[in-house]
């Protein structure tokens, strides 16, 4: 499971990674005082947008601490208006880097970490800006969203059959604790099914 986020404030609604999503969730770390943040913002935006998908932005410090403190943060921040919320990450006392970017394994921003459908991390990365990385990381978000998810699974599996048996095999292959209550509620779901079919 995700590392819950570390942070001294929010702008826009407190969303944590981990809470349960029909999404692909991309939790985005970005630094305010790097020249590409308005590039990265760029990104940003229309990939929130994008039907099955959310986006949680996470405003870190890797430098100059000092000047940015999270009450400067969110004004910057705020300034922007972006359609999804940001945390502010907690600074690292004599650190380099903010706490959730630490949790997150990033060294440097623009920073990503993308969740599939079911709450597995996928991938840890830099966000590209451009080029065949940007592509491909495109290209990794439409593979995500185009997964089903738990709801898609769920009635697939009550349907039976062959498309049944393959929601099944995907769902064993989901190893994650809200996948073994779904199993443990549908084979009740199922002996109910199957005893209505015997009256």
């Known amino acids: 499971p995700p590392p819950a986020l570390r942070a001294s404030g929010w702008v826009g609604d407190a969303e944590e990674p981990g809470t349960a999503s029909r999404d692909v969730t991309l939790v985005a770390f970005f630094s305010v005082a790097h020249p590409q943040t308005r590039d990265v913002l760029e990104l940003l935006i229309p990939w929130g947008k994008t039907p099955g998908m959310r986006v949680i932005g996470v405003a870190s410090v890797v430098d100059n601490p000092n000047s940015q403190t999270p009450d400067r943060l969110r004004r910057i921040i705020a300034g922007y208006r972006l359609p999804f919320p940001v945390a502010l990450d907690e600074q690292r006392t004599g650190g380099k880097h903010s706490v959730s970017l630490g949790l997150y394994l990033g060294k440097r921003v623009p920073w990503m970490a993308l969740l599939d459908r079911y709450g597995r991390i996928r991938a840890v990365q830099g966000i590209p800006l451009k080029g065949n990385a940007l592509s491909q990381t495109q290209h990794m978000f439409r593979q995500l969203v185009a997964e089903p998810d738990y709801e898609d699974l769920k009635q697939t599996l009550l349907e039976g059959g062959k498309s049944g048996a393959d929601?099944?095999?995907?769902?064993?292959?989901?190893?994650?604790?809200?996948?073994?209550?779904?199993?443990?509620?549908?084979?009740?779901?199922?002996?109910?099914?199957?005893?209505?079919?015997?009256?």
């Open 167 to 199: 929601a099944l095999a995907t769902l064993a292959t989901i190893r994650t604790v809200r996948t073994a209550n779904l199993l443990i509620e549908m084979k009740g779901q199922m002996k109910e099914k199957m005893k209505d079919m015997e009256k």
